[in-house]
């Protein structure tokens, strides 16, 4: 095994947290390791291939988990240079104001931050300047306050997305442009790496026009000569001093032969799953139960949504080509004879046809055969899809488990009645729109749905949660461990409950926020 120099800071992991924080602290001047498992995402025509993407998940991890029952699943995990962002949706919002309070539900308490929302303000909107979000103040009847518009004019909609969004509109609803972080300029198209195509949430982008984490994070913390990445290099455990306080040095693997890198401070940012399951690996005389675990909350109150994909089927053709830019949250507290959260509705990207059999086998493809002369490409040039998601309550019983070598996943969803009635109701309201657009009272509409299961993991968030009790979180309010001075966590770990919006772009600011803080140490 060798024994590689020494580092200032390393930093575990190239995602929305990890890379996001290789980018604050580049300008330091100080000496950054970076280490990725991943390789950077080959630039291919495979890109923008559904049937590669979607029907042979080419750019997911081939890596096997472990359900409760004990039984292997393949998670929608993509390990690159860019972490998950490199398929991601782009879409980045603000977790509302009243999310960061103990807030009541139907089935239980979504528990305060230590933090609150005007505390992360101005990193949100440090975060949107950087991963360059479009969106339009005012629009979202639960928009938090800002200090500042966005720094981008939102994405438009194109002719049948704005037919769609009036007629919600009409409906008595608030929908509104969806925030996404796009390197587009719709004023000079030439000037605009980002071309609108109808391949984007859920494939990588050939043209690196999506505000990911390689784009925005690692490419510009390269430029500093202080700051080195090591590709293919998977991080095994983390050993510590014999008094067990401080992380001594990083174990890595790297074309097969173990590396040791010493770094004064070590940032963990793998992802909420896989953070917890190294500091359970790392296991020790001195941490028995895992690194920073005397809570016993390491890999615990795992959340990750409960999401339902629901495709829209109607007489009206779609020929729109990038169709994700509406939100609806008027659902989002609850309604009047309902008043507990129910969550978010946003666009999905395209149906395309080839992932009628690719994704929803039981729900779409048999459509094909009800409807005479249609095939798979005439459905999907009528349909739109929506993505449904409802806040899951952290649960200790929802955890990250180490059996050995093997990494285990008990997750059970809750909170699913509130999750239920926001399928329903979305689903009246999308009934209603069929029938006026037809201007008749039959019912045209098909709306089938598929619910997301385990291996669906792109919002994971929670089992290192920050608090100030060191007896029931793991991390203190700069996501620090509170057992071990000199490790960090800084990816969704840290989220003591899981709010209705998707969680990166307060992962991103999060990831600022903690670098102010590692600037001071590191000085």
């Not at 991601?88 to 999310?99: C, V």
């Not at 097969?256 to 004064?264: A, E, L, S, V």
């Not at 994704?359 to 005479?372: C, D, I, Q, R, V």
């Not at 919006?501 to 990831?511: C, E, F, G, S």
């Amino acid at each position: 095994m060798s024994i590689d120099n020494s580092y200032d800071l390393i930093i575990i992991g190239t995602g929305a947290g990890g890379g996001t924080l290789a980018y604050k602290l580049a300008a330091t001047g100080k000496k950054i390791l970076i280490l990725e498992r991943g390789t950077y995402l080959p630039k291919e025509k495979a890109n923008w291939s559904t049937a590669e993407v979607y029907g042979k998940e080419r750019y997911h991890t081939q890596e096997q988990w472990y359900d409760s029952a004990g039984r292997p699943f393949r998670p929608q995990m993509s390990y690159w240079v860019g972490g998950n962002t490199k398929v991601y949706g782009a879409a980045l919002l603000r977790l509302r104001e009243r999310d960061f309070e103990a807030v009541e539900h139907k089935n239980g308490i979504s528990p305060a931050w230590v933090l609150k929302y005007h505390d992360f303000e101005p990193y949100y909107t440090q975060a949107e300047k950087l991963y360059e979000v479009h969106g339009q103040q005012g629009e979202d009847p639960t928009e938090p306050p800002r200090s500042g518009k966005y720094a981008y004019p939102p994405v438009s909609h194109e002719p049948r997305m704005q037919q769609l969004s009036d007629a919600i509109a009409k409906q008595g609803l608030h929908p509104f442009h969806l925030p996404l972080g796009l390197k587009l300029n719709e004023v000079d198209r030439t000037l605009s790496t980002c071309i609108r195509c109808d391949t984007c949430d859920g494939f990588p982008c050939l043209v690196h026009a999506k505000a990911d984490a390689e784009v925005e994070g690692i490419t510009p913390a390269l430029k500093f000569p202080n700051v080195t990445l090591k590709t293919a290099a998977k991080v095994m455990r983390l050993l510590t001093s014999e008094s067990g306080r401080e992380i001594t040095s990083v174990e890595a693997e790297i074309d097969g032969q173990m590396h040791q890198f010493q770094g004064d401070v070590v940032v963990v940012a793998c992802g909420a799953t896989n953070s917890a399951a190294l500091l359970l690996r790392s296991a020790n005389d001195r941490h028995p139960n895992g690194l920073a675990n005397h809570s016993d909350q390491v890999g615990r109150n795992y959340m990750k949504h409960l999401t339902t994909a629901m495709v829209q089927l109607s007489i009206t053709p779609n020929p729109d080509v990038y169709q994700k830019t509406i939100c609806i949250n008027d659902f989002y507290w609850g309604e009047p004879d309902f008043p507990y959260p129910m969550g978010e509705v946003q666009n999905t990207g395209n149906v395309l046809a080839d992932m009628i059999p690719a994704e929803a086998p039981k729900l779409l493809a048999p459509l094909a055969k009800l409807l005479p002369g249609f095939g798979l490409q005439q459905i999907a040039s009528h349909t739109t899809g929506w993505w449904l998601q409802t806040e899951d309550l952290p649960n200790p019983k929802n955890r990250v488990r180490m059996v050995g070598d093997k990494l285990h996943l008990d997750y059970t969803p809750n909170n699913t009645q509130s999750h239920d009635r926001l399928i329903h109701r979305w689903s009246e309201i999308l009934n209603a729109i069929d029938k006026a657009a037809e201007h008749t009272v039959v019912h045209h509409g098909i709306y089938p749905r598929n619910s997301t299961g385990i291996q669906v993991v792109g919002h994971q968030c929670g089992t290192c949660r920050f608090g100030e009790d060191p007896d029931t979180s793991v991390l203190d309010f700069n996501c620090r461990t509170h057992d071990i001075d000199n490790l960090y966590v800084v990816d969704g770990s840290f989220f003591p409950s899981n709010s209705g919006v998707n969680p990166t772009l307060t992962i991103i600011a999060n990831a600022l926020r903690v670098g102010e803080h590692l600037t001071e140490r590191l000085k």
